[in-house]
């Protein structure tokens, strides 16, 4: 249940508010519970850890295969560039949803 709320972008601590409002823009409270997301000052910012561990995750398979296929240098960044470019919505998304569940998971809500 959790995980399937994750991946579906739903609240942490009810598992059924939407926790997007738009592709970049998160609502501040959850519109069925009502918990607050940000918990602290500062409190995504371990979200942007987890996106640069889910960011290396992708490139790295990318990088074996343009050294495999022995590409030039400028493909390396060029298809990397796109890749994560294209991406970085869902990047940024994923990221918070795995902090805020995970948080949720260590550190339960009253
Ligand atoms: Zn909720």
Redesign the pocket.
Known sequence: MRLYALLAFR?P??L??KVFAGLWRMHAE?P??G?HFEREEGYFMMSVFIGYVISTALAVPLIVVCYVQRAPVWWYVGSNVLLLTLLSPLIFRYSRMIWLHLDELFDPRG
């Open positions: 609240c601590h009810c059924q508010g959850c069925v519970c918990i």
